[in-house]
T-cell receptor, first 114, second 112 residues
Framework: DSGVTQTPKHLITATGQRVTLRCSPR?????VYWYQQSLDQGLQFLIQ???????AKGNILERFSAQQFPDLHSELNLSSLELGDSALYFC?????????????FGEGSRLTVL | GQQVMQIPQYQHVQEGEDFTTYCNSS?????IQWYKQRPGGHPVFLIQ?????EVKKQKRLTFQFGEAKKNSSLHITATQTTDVGTYFC????????????FGQGTELSVKP
């Protein structure tokens, strides 16, 4: 158990819909990262937050947004969903701002868009 | 942008054989991390290498960081079925807020 909690574990929805994925980092970790993992793309970095502020951005689509709340949990919002958004979405946390140490990953949220 | 190339993409070995995966970068890296993802699981941190020429061992696993800090390798001696999974290298991009970029991964299967 990494200590990172993600909900929901599985989600099935239709094209055009909007979903929210939730992540609670390890106790004490201030950095939260979001990754997308699909079969042909590996682990793609989406976005990083540190103590509520956005720190780094990857190739995150404009239809996607995220935030980190004062209690340090984070949410990833995916809107106008397309079939290609079907993937496993991982949240990870670390204790440092620049990730000089390891990332702890949650179990992931598997999104299926039909 | 920064990319790290990882090879091979797949490796099938007989139990007891050795296995090696390689990560290569066109630019000098500040550090490199290695993760393992079991089938159906999430990535789990294995190790971080920071120094030029660094070699670290964890039981049957040997990690190396190249002298020029542009490449790294993970070698498993005498593979076991418990080694099955995908091995990823990951590099830190300091000038972009500290994002961690993962290689494409090497999927290892072990035939008993």
């Amino acid at each position: 158990d990494s200590g990172v909690t993600q909900t929901p574990k599985h989600l099935i929805t239709a094209t055009g819909q909007r979903v929210t994925l939730r992540c609670s980092p390890r106790s004490g970790d201030l950095s939260v990262y979001w990754y997308q993992q699909s079969l042909d793309q590996g682990l793609q970095f989406l976005i990083q937050y540190y103590n509520g502020e956005e720190r780094a951005k990857g190739n995150i689509l404009e239809r996607f947004s995220a935030q980190q709340f004062p209690d340090l949990h984070s949410e990833l919002n995916l809107s106008s969903l397309e079939l290609g958004d079907s993937a496993l979405y991982f949240c990870a946390s670390s204790s440092t701002i620049m990730n000089t140490g390891e990332l702890f990953f949650g179990e992931g949220s598997r999104l299926t868009v039909l | 942008g920064q990319q790290v190339m990882q090879i091979p993409q797949y490796q099938h070995v007989q139990e007891g054989e050795d296995f090696t995966t390689y990560c290569n970068s066109s630019t000098t890296l500040s550090n490199i991390q290695w993760y393992k993802q079991r089938p159906g699981g999430h990535p789990v941190f294995l190790i971080q290498l920071v120094k030029s020429g660094e070699v670290k061992k964890q039981k049957r696993l040997t990690f190396q960081f190249g002298e020029a800090k542009k490449n790294s390798s993970l070698h498993i001696t005498a593979t076991q079925t418990t080694d099955v999974g995908t091995y990823f290298c990951a590099v830190l991009i300091y000038n972009q807020g500290g994002k961690l970029i993962f290689g494409q991964g090497t999927e290892l299967s072990v035939k008993p």
